[in-house]
């Protein structure tokens, strides 16, 4: 008996013991909160939350405010308007669950009840606004592109048929040119309403005092008025093109539309991230420095002997036409530079809270990539002036020093996925740059120092993704399990199970995720010593290390993300094969290779998409309860696998097609059939990607919501010229595509927007 009470007397002092500290982690929480301190909130909060025990007071207060914090997590991303509200509507969701949970204890707490009502509507607005999205600034600007890039298409084919004909009939084309001029118009228009979404944007962040600004709508602003900028551009080179095409004057009207599509294509991307605009810029520079040396900037370059003989250099080769291209990119380039510098010149908070961790960690970044920015700007500067000059080897030379440095900035800013997407790359370009063409198109001296400097580049980044993977299982490891709503104690055990089995899952990716980093960093090994070795064919151990860098990024990636990314490079493959049609054989021959190669990616991540569809196809059938509410069920993967594998078959048609104009020696084949197929492949691309987007709400629900929004923005007319103004800018697009579809010409209008 003396015993049991001892143990009785130890039992209640260590409960007491932790209660108190259970209370002093609620009371740092408390605390952390009142002072803006989310993250350290949560953390104490939480802790505080499983360390209560049977303190009955202390878990409903936990709850309550931890339901606090979160709802103001998701209020914080949604005010920001560059923020996720992916994320936003996972913070508004766990603030939710952990108000029901505190709801279960205090069923008659009337704050309680209030404030879960509230959150269970903001969690339906979230997901509502995340399903609309289509009038969103960024949606109607890449909608635009897609509508100049038909219309651009439109004119190099009758530019094409033009200059086959001889230019004997110049009336021949005149309904396709009228057409295309129809077109134009209902472009400019929306154009027109877009530039008005932007201004409307600029003008509610200009009512609040400068001081008042967060360094979110600052940037905002910048982007905003840049926005406008090009967007006027794109209108006038627009309007310029119409008329161009209304006066049946096919070529000129083609410089115009391609001016207008680089405007739009530059008004998107001020709102891309850093590192997706300096990759598509360091794209663009390897461009440049092809087309150089193709000019004559690499002394020791040879061209195939066989291929044809030009009397005259191809415009888009003179030394002027090169250093203007070098003088966009560069401008591009600025634009980011002063994207960074004004991220890192942006004082600390007047009011001295701490930074958020993850912009304390971002900020560091762009301090370490300015300067690597800033030498790539200068090397360009330095390349536009040899160009200019005609110093084409001098001009090489900077050129290939902006890209170094233009690859230093761009590393500073990979995450996980972005460094294997980068490693990625590099390992493509090795087997490139190993391939019988690269050959025949680059010296060996030349060859073997890029193909050393990527192989460099990939060794380290499987150094850096061991601590990053390192990182990511920490975070893993240390995410606590969000509370249920279920009152059936069966329903919340399975539902701990299901959590556990996750954080399970989620653990083994990243073993695996290290497993395959090792061996692919062996085979990079490998790699180094064939390439030192004369006698061992490098090839083999390089396509090694590529199917493990490729198993990474498969595992990391999800079959949407790869779908949606397949959508944009194979579109980005067609708009160059298009303009390499209207190209004379010799100007077109170095482009061949690289379409060949891009369209084998294209055609092999289709396969690896289909085949991974299918198998969560097969996997949903057999575990129907699987199924994620509101997402695809297994017809809809089927039948997106379908989709991709009609995309693969049209892609393998476009590599044959490009492969017989490469190989021809005696006559130029036509790349028209082969961008025919391309456009095919992406619509069923884009097919697939509708079929695994969650359906849409009941129609009912639907046109309610309609006639309330039409009630609002008849009011909002009435009150602001503004509004009506983008109004009838929208409705006026939309009549002019209307009449672009049907062919119909508003000849009673006189004058463009």
């Known amino acids: ?89 996972d913070f508004a969701q766990q603030a939710a669950s952990w108000l029901a949970d505190a709801s279960r204890q205090r069923p008659n707490d009337t704050a309680t009840k209030k404030n879960l009502a509230i959150m269970r509507a903001r969690v339906q607005a979230i997901s509502d606004e995340l399903r609309k999205g289509e009038n969103k600034l960024e949606h109607r600007i890449e909608a635009a592109i897609k509508e100049q890039r038909g219309v651009l298409d439109g004119v190099r084919d009758a530019w094409l048929e033009i200059k086959k004909a001889g230019g004997t009939d110049p009336l021949a084309l005149q309904g396709s040119l009228t057409h295309l001029a129809d077109v134009e118009r209902g472009i400019v228009a ?29 940037v905002r602003m ?122 890192a010149e942006s004082p600390p908070p007047a009011d001295g809270k701490q930074p958020d961790p993850q912009q304390a960690k971002l900020l560091e970044r762009v301090k370490v990539a300015l300067p690597s920015v800033v030498t790539a700007s200068s090397e360009m500067d330095q390349a536009k ?77 499987m150094t850096r993704l061991q601590g990053l993977i390192a990182d990511q299982l920490a975070q893993i490891t240390q995410q606590p399990a969000p509370p249920s709503d279920e009152k059936d104690p069966a329903k919340a055990e399975a539902a701990a199970k299901a959590h556990a089995e996750q954080l399970e899952q989620a653990k083994q990716q990243m073993a695996r995720a290290e497993t395959l980093r090792g061996e692919a960093l062996a085979a990079l090994g490998k790699l180094d ?85 299918a198998r969560q196809a097969d996997a949903m059938a057999k575990a129907p309860q699987q199924q994620q509410q509101g997402g695809p069920d297994a017809k809809a993967f089927v039948a997106a696998a379908d989709e991709v594998r009609l995309a693969q078959g049209a892609m393998t048609d476009a590599h044959g097609t490009i492969v017989k104009a490469r190989d021809a020696k005696q006559t130029s084949e036509s790349l028209a059939p082969a961008v025919k197929s391309q456009q095919t492949a992406i619509e069923h691309l884009e097919n697939a990607l509708k079929h695994l987007q969650p359906p849409p709400k009941q129609q009912n629900q639907d046109k309610d919501k309609d006639k309330d929004k039409d009630k609002q923005e008849q009011q909002q007319q009435q009150q602001s010229p503004a509004g009506a103004g983008q109004a009838a800018r929208d409705q006026d697009a939309a009549q002019q595509k209307k009449r672009g579809e049907t062919g119909e010409s508003d000849s009673s209008v006189e004058k463009d927007w």
């Open 222 to 343: 910048v982007q905003l008025k840049n926005i406008e900028l090009y967007l006027q551009e794109a209108r006038g080179r627009i309007a310029e093109a119409r008329r161009k095409l209304q006066d049946l004057a096919a070529e000129e009207a083609l410089g115009r539309a391609e001016a207008a599509l680089v405007a739009l294509k530059r008004a998107r991307e001020q709102l891309l991230d850093p590192i997706t605009i300096l990759r598509s810029l360091a794209q663009d520079e390897i461009e440049i420095v092809r087309d150089t040396m193709t000019a004559g900037g690499d002394a020791k370059l040879t061209l195939d002997p066989s291929s044809p003989k030009q009397e005259a250099t191809p415009a888009w080769l003179e030394h002027g036409a090169l250093a203007e291209r070098q003088s966009g990119v560069r401008e591009r380039l600025e634009e980011v530079r002063a994207r960074l510098a004004a991220a």
């Open 385 to 461: 002036s040899g160009l200019a000059d005609q110093q084409l080897t001098k001009a090489l030379e900077h050129e290939r020093l902006a890209l170094e440095a233009l690859a230093k900035a761009i590393e500073e800013f990979a995450d996980l996925k972005q460094t294997i997407e980068l490693a990625y790359a590099d390992q493509n370009q090795i087997l490139s740059l190993l391939s019988p063409e690269a050959a025949k198109q680059m010296p060996g001296p030349e060859r073997a120092k890029e193909t050393h400097d990527a192989l460099a580049r990939n060794v380290g980044r």
């Open 1 to 89: 008996m003396k015993y049991v009470v001892l143990a009785l007397a130890m039992m209640i002092a260590c409960a007491k013991s932790e209660h108190r500290e259970a209370r002093v982690k609620y009371n740092e929480g408390v605390a952390a909160l009142a002072k803006g301190e989310l993250e350290a909130a949560t953390t104490a909060l939480l802790d505080a939350r499983n360390k209560a025990g049977v303190d009955p007071e202390l878990r409903f207060r936990a709850a309550f405010d931890l339901g606090t914090v979160y709802a103001e997590q998701a209020a914080k991303l949604r005010r920001d308007p560059n923020g996720d509200l992916a994320k936003a509507l």
């Open 529 to 613: 010593k064939a390439l030192a070795a004369a006698a061992t064919n490098p090839v083999p151990s390089a396509t090694e290390a590529k199917t493990k860098i490729e198993e990474l990024r498969k595992l990391f990636f999800s079959v949407i993300e790869h779908l949606q990314q397949l959508i944009r490079d194979q579109g980005e493959t067609r708009d160059q094969t298009t303009s390499s049609n209207g190209l004379d054989e010799f100007a077109r021959a170095s482009k061949l290779p690289g379409l060949v190669t891009r369209e084998e990616e294209h055609a092999g991540m289709a396969k690896s998409i289909t085949e991974a569809l």
């Open 190 to 218: 929306e154009v027109g309403a877009i530039s008005d979404l932007a201004s409307d944007e600029i003008d509610t962040i200009a009512k609040k005092p400068e001081d008042k600004r967060t360094d979110e709508e600052k």
